[in-house]
């Protein structure tokens, strides 16, 4: 099956910082989400994108499909942003639609 | 808020016992997927239900099965719990293979 990769695997940064993190996949998708798990365990919607770039505020997205992998940017870090932020990814090898995820990045913003 | 709703919150069971989670779709949604996420890892596709047909399934054997209702509504069943059953349960709601929107989860504990 297909194969997701996230790094860094944890990062620490002050407030007011900005971060990239990274998401390889090794096959061609379908879907592509990101997503930031709060504390309770929710699953959070931050964008559907299999190809291309989106923003919304401080948080934007690319995925480059040909190259298999996408970046989500987040600028002017907040606390509150802190959390674990999964990619996930459903192949276009053909079976069910079921999302395949990274191991994650969990972020943590200090004040 | 998604729109997909999940009971119960927590439940605790004994080895061997069997339990029934449920899961209410977001209005307009006709897919349902289940998701096991064990502490630390990222969450890992149980199966999917498309128009109460089981339309595919991970990796996860016989004793975890499902129920989809004409309603679009879900169920996800495990016979026989094993302590490695512990996690924290979620289901998605989507129209088709469009963007995955999760509930809150259900969090199981097999003492």
């Known amino acids: 099956g297909i194969q997701v990769e996230q790094s860094p695997p944890d990062l620490i940064l002050q407030e007011g910082a900005n971060s990239t993190l990274r998401c390889n996949f090794s096959d061609s998708v379908n879907n592509l989400q990101w997503f930031h798990q709060n504390p309770w365990g929710q699953l959070i919607n931050l964008f559907y994108i299999p190809s291309g770039t989106k923003q919304n505020g401080r948080l934007s997205a690319t995925t480059v499909a040909t190259e298999r992998y996408s970046l989500l940017y987040i600028s002017s870090s907040q606390t509150t942003d802190s959390g674990v932020y999964f990619c996930?990814?459903?192949?276009?090898?053909?079976?069910?639609?079921?999302?395949?995820f990274g191991k994650g990045t969990h972020l943590i913003i200090q004040p | 808020e998604t729109g997909v709703t999940q009971s119960p919150t927590h439940l605790i069971k004994t080895r061997g016992q069997q339990v029934t989670l449920r899961c209410s779709s977001q209005?307009?949604?006709?897919?349902v997927s289940w998701y096991q996420q064990a502490l630390g890892q990222g969450p890992q596709f149980i199966f999917q239900y498309y128009r109460e047909e089981e339309n595919g399934r991970g990796n996860f054997p016989p004793r975890f099965s499902g129920l989809q209702f004409p309603n679009y509504s879900s169920e996800l069943n495990v016979n026989a719990l094993e302590l490695d059953d512990s996690a924290l349960y979620l289901c998605?709601?989507?129209?088709?293979?469009?963007?995955?929107?999760f509930g809150p989860g259900t969090r199981l504990t097999v003492l």
């Open positions: 998605a709601s989507s129209l088709g293979a469009n963007t995955q929107y």
């Open positions: 209005s307009g949604h006709n897919t």
């Open positions: 996930a990814v459903v192949g276009t090898g053909g079976g069910a639609d079921g999302l395949t």
